[in-house]
T-cell receptor, first 109, second 112 residues
Framework: DAKTTQPNSMESNEEEPVHLPCNHSTISGTDYIHWYRQLPSQGPEYVIHGLTSNVNNRMASLAIAEDRKSSTLILHRATLRDAAVYYC??????????FGTGTSLTVIP | NAGVTQTPKFQVLKTGQSMTLQCAQD?????MSWYRQDPGMGLRLIHYSVGAGITDQGEVPNGYNVSRSTTEDFPLRLLSAAPSQTSVYFC???????????FGDGTRLSIL
């Protein structure tokens, strides 16, 4: 299964945009890119997913590189509530999800 | 909407005891899975199922059994609890294909 690489931790100031990177150089053509986040003491929560094109929803935007070897989760205006561990996951169609260790985001007031 | 329901929320066991963690979903999802999360770590896949009667192993299946007799339920059985199985256990479900997973609130399990 293709793996992802994320920084262990990042910091952002409150109300500023946050760009969370993810490298997935061994991605295959049928792998979808999923992002989840986990708030302290809670289960993971779906954020966004996509295949090739950039995606937007009410929580975030997903920017996918043209060669699909990397992607960036964009939080447009960080709030204290966005402090969490963010996981970038590749999922082949119909296959299982494998979580890595994620990026721990700290939001500074 | 109930979503994914896990019971119990907390459990303390003694080494060697067995128990079953329950997971139920009311969304008619085909795909269900169990993860464990050790302190400060990411989630690791234990077992998963792509439909009733079909299960398969994930990354860390040793010491755990699963079955899927109905679409709704996917119980996880610890055969003989060991302190190394102290962890938080999450159940998740999703529709077939590439739909997002929905997670339960977790079961916090301590084994003494």
């Amino acid at each position: 299964d293709a793996k992802t690489t994320q920084p262990n931790s990042m910091e952002s100031n409150e109300e500023e945009p946050v760009h969370l990177p993810c490298n997935h150089s061994t991605i295959s053509g049928t792998d979808y890119i999923h992002w989840y986040r986990q708030l302290p003491s809670q289960g993971p929560e779906y954020v966004i997913h996509g295949l090739t094109s950039n995606v937007n929803n009410r929580m975030a935007s997903l920017a996918i590189a043209e060669d699909r070897k990397s992607s960036t989760l964009i939080l447009h205006r960080a709030t204290l509530r966005d402090a969490a561990v963010y996981y970038c996951i590749l999922r082949r169609f119909g296959s299982q999800f494998y979580f890595g260790t994620g990026t721990s985001l700290t939001v500074i007031p | 909407n109930a979503g994914v329901t896990q019971t119990p929320k907390f459990q303390v066991l003694k080494t060697g005891q067995s128990m079953t963690l329950q997971c139920a979903q009311d969304m008619n999802h085909e795909y269900m899975s169990w993860y464990r999360q050790d302190p400060g770590m990411g989630l690791r896949l234990i077992h998963y199922s792509v439909g009733a009667g079909i299960t398969d192993q994930g990354e860390v299946p040793n010491g755990y059994n699963v079955s899927r007799s109905t679409t709704e339920d996917f119980p996880l059985r610890l055969l003989s609890a060991a302190p190394s199985q102290t962890s938080v256990y999450f159940c998740a479900s999703s529709s077939w294909g590439n739909q997002p997973q929905h997670f339960g609130d977790g079961t916090r399990l301590s084994i003494l």
